[in-house]
């Protein structure tokens, strides 16, 4: 019953990359503003980069721009976020997310969870020297 399944997460080393990939089985993505989101036990969810349902433009964090890409694969009706110059920072469960109204520019809040309509499991991302 997961509304969005990631995949990809893994060890890495420093200065390595990673591709996480969110495919949904009973949502048409294409219709939806699609979020990574990461977390490290302790602190709230960080926002990552998101994607629009419409034309497919991105938004991303500061922390992550220019090493993180986004992207959408409508025929395989999946989001991929493509991972490179890691550093340990960048390690946490990272959760993808989607949902038909809430835009990219928006700033969901400390309820996200509850705002964000679909979600997935988490895949472990581990960046270790």
């Known amino acids: 019953q997961l509304d969005l399944v990631e995949s990809g997460g893994g060890l890495v080393h420093p200065g390595g990359s990673l591709r996480l990939s969110c495919a949904a089985s009973?949502?048409?993505?294409?219709?939806?503003?699609v979020r990574w989101f990461r977390q490290v036990p302790g602190k709230a969810l960080e926002g990552v980069p998101c994607?629009?349902?419409?034309?497919?433009?991105?938004v991303y964090s500061d922390s992550v721009k220019g090493r993180f890409t986004m992207s959408r694969d409508n025929a395989k009706n999946t989001v991929n976020l493509e991972m490179s110059s890691l550093s340990e920072e960048d390690t946490g469960v990272y959760y993808c997310?989607?949902?038909?109204?809430?835009?990219?520019?928006?700033?969901?809040?400390?309820?996200?969870?509850?705002?964000?309509?679909?979600w997935g499991q988490g895949t472990q991302v581990t960046v270790y020297s």
């Open positions: 994607i629009s349902g419409s034309d497919g433009y991105t």
């Open positions: 997310a989607a949902d038909p109204r809430v835009p990219c520019e928006s700033i969901p809040g400390p309820n996200v969870r509850m705002i964000l309509d679909y």
């Open positions: 009973f949502l048409d993505l294409d219709f939806y503003y």
